[in-house]
């Protein structure tokens, strides 16, 4: 009769280090650092704001129904099981792709400023581009995983991903949002890149996506004033960029320390969208040098954490998944940085969790919720058959 060798019980303190890797993860930190810049943006909204309405606590009112919404949608994606649901991605992708056309349409797309993105549903609504760009990623993680054997093929590896990609970036200049249209191509074009795409296929669509970006911009007087305007900003500092130059003014006046919360000026009707687009400069005027450093810290960190989750992926479609959802929300967050402080040219983009609006807000939520759920599934030992159906190279 065999002996069977005899089991150790496991020291309660081995456990700890095991529990305490579950709770510190990278996901975790992505959902603290969401909480907390949302939070902050929050609380600076109300100073943001309280010159556009009578009523200073209007928009801060309908920000934390948008954070509850966010956050039942952000609860909602990380409880989906996204590979049982890759069957349904091309209904997705032609949903969103109707919303793209109809939103040009005049009578049902809601134009602002020149601008026809929204619809409107009541006193909410809701822009297409943000639900485009979720279901873009979500598309193209699907077909470069199912498709990885053809990578190099002209039609499988060049045509279909790269036409697509390029289609849902026209809808969205036709609005025009030439700002949200580059962030597409470039989250596409990146997530190509980690695929394995060829750089032969690469490098002439980024060099076609920014020669119709640069004719675009020279057909539309309004963006090359921007453009003109961005190259010497104290000379346009009553025209074209005024609203660049009182952000300047903004973080000029904050200094180290900031002014305090509610006394800050620009938001008294100087620094035009102030609780929108420009609200890192109310960030910089209030709290200071430090915060605003905190902030960009921050940013960098969830980036560094994306990465750092990225690498347990067990395959290729959660790998893309996951680094085009990343790379939405840190590249969104280094343009509006970069707008806002003057080393971009102005365009009209969120920053994320900070910025007053529901839309944006929700798909950042979503994009959180994609990492939560990420953590979960890949704690699990294997993958449950009936979720291998669609079969990749493991990373």
């Given at each position: 009769m065999t002996a069977v060798p005899e089991t150790k019980p496991v020291a309660r303190s081995a456990r700890v280090p095991v529990r305490l890797q579950q709770f510190f993860n990278p996901a975790t930190f992505i959902l603290v650092a969401a909480i907390g810049l949302t939070v902050l943006g929050v609380t600076v909204l109300f100073s943001a704001s309280m010159s556009i309405r009578t009523d200073p606590y209007f928009f801060v009112r309908r920000q934390i129904c948008f954070v509850g919404a966010a956050l039942l949608l952000g609860f909602l994606a990380a409880r989906l099981n996204?590979?049982?649901?890759?069957?349904?991605?091309?209904?997705?992708?032609?949903?969103?792709?109707?919303?793209?056309?109809?939103?040009?349409?005049?009578?049902?797309?809601?134009?602002?400023?020149?601008?026809?993105?929204?619809?409107?549903?009541?006193?909410?609504?809701?822009?297409?581009?943000?639900?485009?760009?979720?279901?873009?990623?979500?598309?193209?993680?699907?077909?470069?995983?199912?498709?990885?054997?053809?990578?190099?093929?002209?039609?499988?590896?060049?045509?279909?991903?790269?036409?697509?990609?390029?289609?849902?970036?026209?809808?969205?200049?036709?609005?025009?949002?030439?700002?949200?249209?580059?962030?597409?191509?470039?989250?596409?074009?990146?997530?190509?890149?980690?695929?394995?795409?060829?750089?032969?296929?690469?490098?002439?669509?980024?060099?076609?996506?920014?020669?119709?970006?640069?004719?675009?911009?020279?057909?539309?007087?309004?963006?090359?004033?921007?453009?003109?305007?961005?190259?010497?900003?104290?000379?346009?500092?009553?025209?074209?960029?005024?609203?660049?130059?009182?952000?300047?003014?903004?973080?000029?006046?904050?200094?180290v320390q900031g002014v305090g919360i509610g006394n800050g000026r620009q938001q008294m009707a100087f620094l035009p969208e102030a609780h929108t687009d420009f609200i890192f400069a109310i960030v910089g005027e209030e709290l200071g040098l430090a915060v605003t450093l905190g902030v960009v810290v921050v940013f960098a960190l969830i980036f560094v954490a994306g990465v750092l989750h990225m690498r347990r992926a067990p395959n290729l479609f959660q790998f893309l998944?996951?680094?085009?959802?990343?790379?939405?929300?840190?590249?969104?967050?280094?343009?509006?940085?970069?707008?806002?402080?003057?080393?971009?040219?102005?365009?009209?983009?969120?920053?994320?969790?900070?910025?007053?609006?529901?839309?944006?807000?929700?798909?950042?939520?979503?994009?959180?919720?994609?990492m939560l759920n990420t953590q979960t599934a890949w704690s699990r030992p294997l993958l449950r058959n009936r979720d291998t159906e669609f079969k990749e190279v493991a990373v």
């Open positions: 996204f590979e049982r649901l890759r069957p349904l991605v091309w209904w997705l992708v032609g949903l969103v792709g109707i919303g793209l056309v109809l939103v040009l349409v005049p009578g049902i797309g809601v134009e602002v400023n020149g601008s026809r993105r929204w619809f409107e549903f009541g006193p909410l609504r809701l822009q297409v581009s943000d639900c485009a760009k979720v279901a873009m990623v979500y598309a193209l993680a699907h077909y470069l995983a199912s498709n990885q054997k053809d990578i190099g093929h002209v039609l499988r590896g060049f045509v279909y991903q790269h036409g697509g990609v390029a289609l849902c970036a026209m809808l969205i200049l036709l609005e025009p949002d030439f700002g949200t249209a580059m962030l597409v191509g470039a989250v596409g074009v990146t997530m190509m890149w980690l695929a394995g795409a060829r750089l032969r296929f690469l490098i002439p669509s980024v060099i076609a996506g920014v020669a119709v970006l640069g004719v675009a911009i020279l057909h539309n007087p309004v963006r090359l004033a921007r453009i003109t305007s961005f190259l010497d900003v104290e000379a346009n500092r009553s025209d074209g960029a005024y609203q660049l130059w009182q952000a300047i003014l903004a973080f000029g006046a904050g200094g998944l996951v680094g085009g959802c990343l790379m939405l929300l840190t590249l969104q967050a280094l343009i509006n940085l970069g707008v806002v402080t003057g080393l971009l040219p102005t365009k009209g983009m969120s920053l994320p969790f900070i910025s007053y609006g529901g839309s944006n807000l929700m798909l950042m939520a979503t994009v959180v919720g994609v």
